[in-house]
């Protein structure tokens, strides 16, 4: 089993950042690749970036591509997300996800284990 906790959402003006973090214990967190996905009000859940078990390779939906920036911290067992030019769009329940094995995953049915979220809040 592994035990996510995600925290650092809130409010923050369009044009602005946050940082995501992703909290993990249970099993060897570097046996694990790790993804972010995102859920508005009335929407699907969407991936948002996925990260590989070194934090080597990452892999971004293109409504983030260049804006979002995933990372990987194994001795703290932690994940990060770093959001910078938030746009209003960007507003949703924002859950980090893990899955055994190396590579990045960009489909939410690859993924076994998910934190509770945390909300990110875009306003004008």
């Known amino acids: 089993q592994v035990q996510l906790v995600e925290s650092g959402g809130g409010l923050v003006q369009a044009g602005g950042s946050l940082r995501l973090s992703c909290a993990a214990s249970g099993r060897t967190f570097s046996a694990y690749a790790m993804g972010w996905f995102r859920q508005a009000p009335g929407k699907e859940r969407e991936f948002v970036a996925a990260i590989n078990w070194s934090g080597g390779s990452t892999y971004y939906a293109d409504s983030v591509k260049g804006r979002f920036t995933a990372s990987r911290d194994n001795a703290k067992n932690t994940v990060y997300l770093q959001m910078n030019s938030l746009k209003l769009e960007d507003t949703a329940l924002y859950y980090c996800?893990?899955?055994?094995?190396?590579?990045?995953?960009?489909?939410?049915?690859?993924?076994?284990?998910w934190g509770q979220g945390t909300q990110v809040t875009v306003s004008s």
């Open positions: 996800a893990a899955v055994q094995g190396a590579g990045p995953r960009s489909s939410y049915y690859d993924y076994d284990y």
